[in-house]
């Protein structure tokens, strides 16, 4: 049994887990209502609601999941990447926990915990979800705030995620950063991903949308969202701004199908380029409707396996972390109390993939 800590950014997570799959409790504490204000995530704010949620969460937590933190066999938590002091009020949580328990302490990386996401079996109406494993060798697009990546997962022990390496990452804005600037382009409130779906959701069938650029396309398999980002901006304060409220929906529109449109096409580019079959869509973008769609629809004609988390398990999760957290544990990682945050942990520092 694994209880696990993330506090990366602004999202204050505790989760327990059970046989390296099985999750019996997990609590998100959202800091939107915090930094909204704010047009985003002030870090010290962040940090300091950190330090004052941690432990009634984790008391709740443990409430639900119905079991002594005694039974705890390990605990696993988030070094990095992320914001520098929300990572260390989390690392040092965790630290003063393994040691109070005396139970070994497992750092992980932020993105492979999105990648597990698509290992977890959860509750729903008193039942057992159990999705299929991931086969591997697989591709995993990680598509977050602050990242947008796409990794190629070889098969590793057991059958399960082996090494990984890193294909393609942005450039300059990952793509939910992207989606926080447009919405406050377009005077959306933050964050900024949501509020673009759902204003894109207004826009008629057969109603024109702009056609912005699609940045890099067909150029590897690096992303850039920089550029859209101009365009948008060029486009709205040209002609968005004077053609009513319907003009933020069509640019919000044209704004999502260009972001999906680049993801998917890098995405599929990859997949043939390495015969594989297998995809993982994960991080807090993979919440987007039409992203969902457009792979989806992709796995019934192209006959891929895609796994996408349910949108709980996209966002920044504590659950994710028991899973990468057990997989680390089941293949004998330990981290000594010496365990540091690191803001800005390369992904291919994982041992284990």
């Known amino acids: 049994m694994i209880l696990a800590i993330e506090t990366s950014c602004d999202e204050t997570a505790v989760a327990l887990l059970e046989k390296g ?137 057991g059958g399960g995620p082996g090494r990984l390496h890193l294909l393609g990452s942005t450039r300059d804005d990952a793509a939910g950063e992207a989606f926080d600037k447009a919405a406050r382009i377009l ?18 069938p057969g109603e024109p949308i702009p056609a912005f650029p699609r940045p890099l396309l067909g150029k590897g398999f690096d992303f850039s969202f920089s550029g859209l980002k101009t365009a948008l901006l060029y486009w709205w304060e040209e002609e968005g701004r004077h053609q009513g409220e319907r003009a ?28 594989l079959k297998s995809l993982l869509l994960v991080g807090g973008v993979a919440a987007n409707r039409r992203l969902r769609e457009v792979f989806q629809r992709a796995a019934e004609e192209k006959g891929w396996e895609v796994h996408i988390p349910p949108l709980a398990f996209c966002t920044d999760n504590a659950a994710m972390i028991a899973a990468a957290g057990a997989l680390s544990f089941q293949r004998g990682r330990r981290d000594s109390l010496d365990l540091d945050a690191h803001p800005s942990l390369p992904l291919q520092e994982e041992g284990w993939l």
């Open 21 to 157: 799959r099985y999750l019996l409790a997990h609590k998100v504490a959202s800091q939107v209502a915090w930094h909204r204000p704010h047009g985003g995530v002030v870090p010290e704010l962040a940090a300091r609601r950190h330090m004052e949620t941690l432990a009634p969460l984790l008391q709740e937590v443990l409430a639900e999941g119905g079991r002594p933190l005694e039974e705890v066999e390990a605990v696993a938590v988030t070094r990095g990447p992320g914001l520098v002091g929300s990572l260390l009020v989390g690392v040092q949580f965790a630290k003063g926990l393994a040691l109070a328990l005396d139970r070994p302490l497992i750092g992980v990386h932020h993105l492979v915990g999105h990648l597990m996401a698509t290992h977890l079996a959860y509750r729903r109406g008193g039942s057992w979800v159990e999705p299929p494993l991931p086969r591997y060798p697989a591709l995993g697009l990680i598509v977050s705030g602050s990242h947008t990546d796409l990794v190629q997962i070889d098969e590793g022990e």
């Open 187 to 204: 005077g959306l409130p933050y964050p900024g991903g949501p509020a673009i779906e759902k204003a894109a959701l207004q826009v008629e």
């Open 248 to 275: 933020v929906y069509r640019g919000a529109a044209g704004f999502q199908e260009a972001v999906v449109e680049v993801l998917f096409q890098k995405t599929a580019q990859a997949m043939e380029a390495l015969g």
